[in-house]
């Protein structure tokens, strides 16, 4: 084994989960096991039946849920598994607090424990019972406080079966189990963040063109699936597609459909009282203009509530431009105030209550933010939407410990279109990142509504799992359960034999995508960076290797979820990576004269683009050709923020047409030193933690809590960070501290550390100094802020660097030292 691969290894181990985590652990209340355990219960036996039983009088979405988990069981354990509405021979009963006569019989009777269920928001209890009628020995009941919480109950039964969310979104076969049993006890659970949720968006030609083609349309045939998936996955709220779309005119059996499933509808943030932007498009309104044509929108707002009806769907308030654009030039605080106060008066007019009784959300997006800034205030039962900067980066949060009654929340993305350049082609979201800036929103209190740009979906599986399963409850989502994750879900989708080493390929991708967009590299990314393209290049086709390696023993039946989930992303991000190098050979051998280079390595760069090509076909056609247009994303000629029509390989050189020679590569640093090579030492009630795995070279450090005040004056005893260094000479050197590229969620306009050498004092340095537009392009196309010191020695040899904490936001990444 080469001493990269063997590196490679080891940089995976830190994904692995611990030893025993595994899917049918048999620990705990209520879980399931291949085996039967003391006062558990025989869910799927051999030669007996398993039936489900839900009240004829529950939801409609109960009753459907429960079809699937009937469907989900017989998948599973291959015998006799049938739904019924009489507990006769009942293996489970499930129901809703006030909706179920079965189940209020049982509670009336003392034979389940609700106590604190009743009114918890999507609340649920899972409990094995002891002859819950007669005839029936044991059973597992599930009780749900609300509709939605006997669905999740539900679904979580099929979790824990081994049948994934994503069964039919990437062709996971459910885990057989010819047996299954559950322990005994009872669990209750119910979610932390109220509003849990996806937008599909920037939906052509990916997701728009597959259902066409699929269904016929973005219909509700289509939707039907992503419902499903949601509710699976214990996510309740939709922004559906819009560009072009209107889930609610383009087919009318949607919206209803999502009601009775029991999903929660919204729109975007430029879409205000629930219409579609399409819409106002379509039916020629004129000017999408407040001081010149306030009736026709408000009329079509109206409509838009009307339309909503007795649904739970949350409405937008507010304006943006038409377009996704600005409003305004500047910031007309009256104009919106004005807006907001008129909409509320319509639906307090359509619904016949107070407009308070109606949930909305008010979306602090891009320019909309500097109205909340500059001091506008919405209704106190209005959520605030609080939105990063559409790289991962959250802008924005609320005083810790404000209170409100709608709350505040979260617009977060994994795909954008937008400056400084669109990402829509792969996933490229390291998880750990998302967990650091999802933990921070908690903290601050953004925990009503949790909505996360998905774009086409596909092939977003891992990081909207993720997500969805951190806003279900923030607080139970520890460092060391994030850094389990991969593990935990590769295992639930292959099992145990594959899911460590398959998580651990899932966690390195992350980081190595995460370093920069697809769609912003260039045959010069990497030319002057230390190792150039060879470094980064090697680590890629390490990674791809072993994702071979490890499919080569994936089971049969798995080998299409295996390619949509893991294989297909890393190799066409090798081959891309490939290509690029190719090209950057090209111009170099060209540049240099020799021609022969040129020529074979523009060859190489004409196979890696076809191979791309190849790439997105064999995705395709996986699964019998399930996934018609789904890799369709353009990705490769871009040459400003919007993607190409199509895909053009990068101009390619000869002697004769060769441009000018690569500038030279800058010297390196000294020393690249690790952000967790120094001793953390806490301070107060701040304590650093290292964060594993956090970039394509290792871990970064963070402080926690973030809410603590900013610390202005640091030293003594104060939170730091003691490095050892040993430096050539006396005089002076820069310390440059890398840091991820977030931002003042405060609003101070600060994003700061202090460093200081020995005993000197502290020299406070700010990320954010300067900041503008172009700097923030930068910031976020190289995934990184730098910002540093230059701290004097009187003589060479060993020093301590000190790295102070003063803004508790900031993530630190490393330490580059230059003379």
Not at 208 to 228: K, Q, S
Not at 280 to 299: E, F, I, K, M, S
Not at 711 to 727: C, F, H, M, S, T
Request: charged share 20%; hydrophobic share 45%; with cysteine.
């Amino acid at each position: 084994m080469n001493r990269l691969l063997l590196t490679l290894l080891l940089m995976l181990s830190v994904f692995v989960a611990p030893a025993g985590a595994r899917a049918q652990a048999c620990d705990g209340p209520v879980a399931a096991c291949t085996h039967p355990t003391r006062g558990g219960l025989a869910l799927i036996l051999p030669g007996r039946a398993t039936v489900v039983v839900v009240d004829a009088a529950d939801d409609p979405g109960v009753r459907r849920a429960a079809s699937d988990v009937v469907a989900d069981l017989r998948a599973v354990g291959g015998g006799t598994v049938r739904g019924a509405d009489r507990v006769d021979g009942a293996t489970v009963i499930a129901g809703t607090l006030g909706r179920s006569p079965i189940v209020d019989a049982l509670v009336r009777t003392g034979k389940v424990d609700v106590g604190g269920l009743a009114g918890r928001w999507e609340g649920y209890v899972a409990q094995v019972v002891d002859r819950p009628a007669p005839g029936v020995a044991r059973a597992l009941v599930i009780v749900g406080a609300d509709r939605r919480g006997t669905i999740f109950g539900l679904y979580d039964l099929s979790a824990k079966a081994g049948v994934s969310p994503w069964s039919w979104w990437a062709d996971v076969p459910p885990l057989r189990h010819p047996t299954l049993f559950l322990t005994a006890g009872r669990v209750a659970d119910h979610p932390v963040v109220k509003y849990r949720g996806i937008f599909i968006n920037d939906e052509e030609p990916a997701f728009g063109g597959w259902a066409r083609a699929r269904f016929g349309g973005v219909n509700h045939l289509a939707y039907e699936r992503v419902f499903a998936l949601l509710l699976r996955s214990k996510a309740n709220f939709l922004w559906p597609a819009m560009w072009g779309k209107s889930l609610w005119q383009d087919d009318p059996a949607t919206a209803p459909l999502a009601d009775r499933m029991g999903i929660i509808l919204g729109t975007s943030h430029h879409e205000p009282m629930g219409r579609s932007q399409v819409e106002w498009q379509r039916q020629g309104g004129g000017p999408w203009d407040y001081t010149r044509n306030a009736a026709a929108l408000r009329a079509f707002w109206r409509a838009g509530i009307e339309r909503r009806g007795h649904a739970e769907d949350l409405v937008t308030i507010g304006m943006r431009g038409d377009g996704d654009e600005p409003m305004t030039q500047g910031t007309a605080i009256d104009l919106l105030q004005r807006i907001v106060a008129d909409q509320r008066g319509i639906i307090a007019d359509v619904t016949g209550k107070p407009a308070d009784r109606t949930p909305q959300v008010w979306a602090l997006y891009k320019e909309v933010q500097d109205y909340y800034d500059r001091g506008m205030r919405v209704p106190d039962d209005v959520t605030l939407l609080f939105s990063d900067d559409n790289w991962g980066n959250i802008r924005r949060l609320p005083p810790p410990g404000m209170a409100r009654r709608g709350g505040a929340g979260v617009y977060y993305h994994f795909d954008y279109v937008g400056d400084p350049r669109n990402y829509k082609w792969l996933d490229t979201n390291a998880i750990p990142r998302v967990w650091q800036q999802m933990r921070m929103a908690r903290q601050f209190g953004a925990d009503r509504l949790w909505i996360v740009n998905v774009g086409d979906l596909k092939p977003m599986e891992y990081a909207t799992s993720f997500f969805l399963a951190m806003a279900w409850n923030p607080d139970a989502m520890t460092l060391a359960a994030m850094q389990a994750f991969p593990a935990r879900w590769a295992t639930h989708q292959f099992g145990d034999a594959q899911g460590r080493a398959i998580g651990a390929l899932l966690g390195r991708y992350g980081q190595l995508a995460s370093r920069r967009k697809p769609e912003l590299i260039d045959a010069d990314t990497y030319t002057s960076t230390p190792g150039g393209w060879a470094r980064v290049l090697a680590e890629w086709e390490a990674l791809a290797r072993v994702a071979h390696r490890v499919g080569a023993s994936v089971p049969m039946d798995r080998r299409d979820a295996y390619d949509e989930l893991v294989l297909h992303r890393i190799d066409a991000m090798t081959n891309l990576h490939r290509l690029y190098a190719a090209v950057a050979s090209n111009h170099r051998a060209a540049s240099a004269g020799v021609g022969g280079e040129a020529e074979r390595q523009a060859a190489a760069a004409r196979g890696f683009f076809a191979q791309d090509a190849a790439l997105r076909r064999r995705y395709e056609a996986l699964a019998g050709g399930k996934w018609p247009v789904m890799m369709a994303q353009t990705h490769i000629g871009y040459t400003g923020w919007q993607q190409p029509e199509v895909d053009r390989i990068p101009p390619l050189w000869t002697v004769a047409s060769a441009g000018p020679r690569p500038a030279p590569v800058p010297a390196p640093p000294i020393a690249i030193i690790a952000a967790d090579a120094g001793r953390p030492i806490d301070g107060g009630t701040i304590r650093w933690q290292r964060i594993a795995g956090f970039t394509a070279d290792g871990a970064a450090m963070v402080a926690t809590p973030a809410t603590v005040s900013p610390i202005e004056k640091p030293g003594g005893a104060g939170p730091q960070i003691a490095y050892r260094v040993n430096l050539p000479a006396a005089g002076a050197f820069r310390f440059d501290v890398v840091a991820a590229p977030g931002l003042d969620v405060r609003g101070s306009g600060h994003h700061r550390v202090a460093l200081s050498i020995d005993g000197g004092a502290p020299m406070i340095v700010d990320l954010l100094a300067h900041e503008d537009e172009a700097r923030w392009r930068r910031a976020v196309a190289d995934n990184a802020r730098v910002v540093g010191a230059s701290l004097s020695v009187t003589r060479a040899g060993r020093h301590t660097l000190h790295l102070w904490l003063v803004d508790p936001e900031v993530v630190v990444e490393r330490i580059e030292l230059r003379r």
